[in-house]
Structures are given as C-alpha cells and as structure tokens.
C-alpha cells in the first residue's frame, strides 16, 4: 500500500500545518468563459458538469479527439476542489488540494510538461518528550509486535474495535500501518483487514509514499487543461434528463433556468453534492446506484490559516509531527521557500472528529483555537498572527465535504459502480470514482480521462 503524510493525519484524527511563502507567479485564465447562455452552439458532443480536474481532464481528452464539448461550473471559477488563493498573502495557499501524493502519478506528466517546480516533502521530524527525533525513534516499540500473527481482524471489523478487542495501543502500531494511505476519516472507521494490508478487497495503488508540494500554486495544473475549453461559470446544474437522443441539462444562469442538448453527458459532481440529492435526474437514477452513492463516505475537512511576520518553523526540516500533543498534530514547513518578512503564512488542516469540533465553533473562537495549538506545539506562547482566514469544506454547496473515502463495510465494487455508464449517456468522473486512487487530484484527473475514452467508444 502506499503512504502519504496526508492519510497519516487521517488514521490517527490529526490536524496538519503547512507553512507558504514568497511565489507571486499569477496563473491567467486559458479558457473561453462564456457569458450568456445564447453564445452556446447546440451541437455538442458532450456536457461536461463541473470544471474541476475530472471535468477539466476530460474536456482536454475529448477536444484532443476532435469532438464538441462545453463545461457547466457552478462556481465563479474553475478548478473545483484545488482552490489557489492569491488574495490573502504574498505567496499563494492552498485552501484545498494541496500535495501531489507519489512520484510517479499521471500528473506528473502535466508538471513536468509545463516545468512547474516541486519541492519534496522527505525531511520528517516528530516532536516527542520535549525533542524533536524521527517517527521512527519516536514510537520505537511500534515493530515490536506483528500484528497479523497476534490475532486476525475479523470480517468488517473497525480499527477501533479491533485495537480494543486485541489490547493494542496506538503506540504499538507498525510506523508503515499508521502512515498508509486509507484516505479514511476518524481511524475508527477504518477497516481494521485494509488497514493491515489483509484485505483481498483493497485495491489501493502501490505508489511511494513520497508527497510533494507544487512551488508557485496548484493551479498550475489547470492551464494547460482548460486552454481553448468553452466554460459557462456561475451555472449550478440542476436537473439531468436522459432520452433517447441525448440528454439536456438544467442549469441557472442569471435568475434563470437555461437548458442545453448534448449527445452525451460526463458527471463530475462532487460525491458530498450528489449525497446531499442537490441535483436531480430524470428519469431517476438506479436505486443501486444510489446505495453505492450513499456507501461510500465523504471526509470532514476545514483548515485554519494564519499570517505570521516571519518564520517560526524550523529550518531544513519539511515536515514535523508533535508526538506531544494529543491528539498528534502534523506540520509542514517552508523548506525550499524565501521567507518575505511579514508575510509567512501557516495552514492548518484539520479531519474527522477534530475538524467538525472546530466547525461548530464561531470564527473567533475557530481562530483562537488554532492559535493555542500552535503555541502548544511550537513552544511559544505569546505567538500572535497577523492575520486569519479559513476555509470549510462541509459548507461549500458545490463540494459538502473535502474527498471520499471507505467506511468499513464498504468494498471495492460500490466505488466501480459510481464510475460505470448508464444507458450510454451518463458517464461519470471524480476522485469517488477511482477505484484505487480515491481522494486524490491524480485520481481525479485519471478518472477524467477513462471517461472520455468511454465516450469517445460510445460515439464511434
């Protein structure tokens, strides 16, 4: 199984820091943003819905092949889940996506096309006892048990039911088990045979567990795919209709109801959204489908951003992990950034159980929050920000919720469900639908384009 920083966050209900800085590249719009509704031709091959990187990489696939599309985004902007911000400071932050997880994913192809400069999260220190050391020499019992042999999880079973059915603490978990990448919410929801690697049933790539950090904005991917597309911006899709000719898609525009023809239709609407049944179909999707919908989770997520007037992290280092705090809090540093002075700017990414405690609190006191698990971790409390900002995921209507993951219970056919065709008009695409690359920019960009080489069998 592969590991990635992010996942270790996740299996043990942390929260995550990352600091920016200093890159103050602008990445222009390369599409055509069409303004009215009757600038659309009505001859397209397919609608795409969402101009997120599914939506994105699937248009990009399909007018590389010769055919019509058009993408109906519900945002003022493209990009869905990857949201570079340039407004809060001098260096662009992320408020979603943020990591390219392994080194040899698709994206790869567009990062290395297009010359973007990466910086290698590798120098991992852990905060344990007052000192910082490695994860490794922090939990040194974690090897001593094997925990195959001590006893198998039963059939379904939770993390948390098994560690309290076998006596094991968090502790005495291998490094490897806590670091995988599940891409599940509070650990205790993890399939305790997955989590193991014991699971006929998971089908996550084998990638390297080395996470990478895009210099200069994660919206550097964006360009290179949406260059030339058609894009109607502030158009929330509302109904799906599929007939015998094609489908048509209700979407507002202005105060008003719009709708346009295709021969095809690929789907991107994030997991949380069709959850929510914001969009509706007609005639309505299969109750099967709506089971796989519904089976597969959907992770909390919020993150806590803050200015600071210079850098408080330590130097070389690009990630630390206070083993101190309860529960363990992730950092990453500004490693292979320039510091601006007055400008250093630090992220904090909270899940599961921890982010919807911060999400029911107000601004101010999500704020302050923040601030006293900085001073806790770093060691300085009197650490005052200059500025703060957030972003949350679960209330954002085109998203409801950050990526998928698997509940335990769930298996591998609910989520090849969610990318499978219905009646060869409604195609589907989204990280929610890889099988194996699940919450993730590359799954969604993978699943992008298995889409369209699905429409473009369907049209030949």
């Known amino acids: 199984m592969r590991s990635s920083k992010r996942k270790l966050l996740i299996a043990m209900g942390l929260g995550g820091i990352t600091l920016a800085a200093c890159n103050t590249h602008t990445v222009l719009s390369p599409f055509n943003a069409i303004a009215s509704s009757e600038a659309l031709a009505d001859d397209y091959d397919t609608i795409i819905i969402g101009a997120g990187m599914a939506g994105l990489s699937t248009a990009h696939t399909l007018r590389k092949a010769g055919k019509k599309v058009v993408i109906i985004e519900a945002r003022d902007r493209i990009g869905g889940r990857i949201h570079t911000d340039r407004s809060f400071a001098t260096a662009p932050i992320e408020l979603g996506a943020e990591l390219i997880h392994g ?5 790869w192809d567009i990062i290395r096309a297009q010359g973007i400069k990466t910086l290698l999260m590798d120098q991992t220190l852990a905060y344990k006892d007052g000192s910082w050391v490695t994860p490794e020499l922090a939990y040194p019992e974690a090897n001593i048990i094997n925990i195959a ?17 076998t006596g094991i603490t968090n502790a005495q978990l291998p490094l490897a088990v806590r670091q995988q990448d599940l891409d599940n919410e509070p650990f205790r929801f993890i399939d305790a045979a997955k989590a193991l690697g014991l699971s006929d049933d998971d089908e996550s ?4 567990d080395n996470d990478f950090r895009l210099l200069g904005g994660y919206d550097q991917l964006l360009k290179p795919l949406a260059q030339g597309a058609d894009v109607v911006l502030n158009a929330p899709v509302t109904e799906i209709h599929r007939t015998e000719e094609g489908v048509a898609i209700h ?31 007609f005639p309505d999707l299969p109750i ?22 210079k850098n408080i992290m330590p130097a070389d280092a690009t990630g630390l992990l206070d083993l101190d ?39 101010k006191n999500a704020r302050d929050y923040g601030v006293k698990m900085l001073r806790t971790s770093l060691n300085m409390p009197t650490l005052t920000p200059l500025d703060f900002t957030t972003h949350d995921w679960q209330a954002d209507i085109y998203a409801r919720g950050a990526y998928s993951y698997t509940p335990a219970g769930t298996v591998a056919r609910n989520r090849r469900a969610l990318a499978m065709p219905l009646a060869g008009r ?9 099988h194996a690359s699940y919450a993730t920019v590359h799954g969604a960009y993978d699943s992008g384009r298995r889409a369209a080489s699905e429409i473009l069998k369907q049209l030949s």
């Open 288 to 309: 099967a489908r709506w089971n796989d919908i519904d089976a597969v989770g959907v992770v909390t997520a919020t993150k806590l951003i803050y200015k600071f007037p």
């Open 149 to 165: 042999i001590a006893s198998a999880p039963y059939n379904k079973e939770t993390m948390e039911a098994y560690m309290q059915r």
């Open 103 to 107: 080194s040899k994913v698709p994206t």
């Open 426 to 434: 409604l195609f589907w695409a989204g990280e929610a639908t890889h």
């Open 251 to 281: 979407y507002l525009k202005d105060g008003k109801t719009h709708i346009l023809k295709a021969k095809t239709t690929v789907i991107t609407i994030p997991l949380g959204v069709l959850k929510h049944r914001d969009v509706r179909f």
């Open 205 to 208: 790539e084998d990638f390297p």
């Open 325 to 363: 705090a309860t529960p363990g809090q992730w950092w990453s540093t500004s490693a292979g950034y320039e510091v601006l002075e007055q400008d250093a700017v630090i992220v904090g990414w909270l899940a599961g159980d921890k982010a919807r405690h911060v999400l029911e609190m107000s601004r």
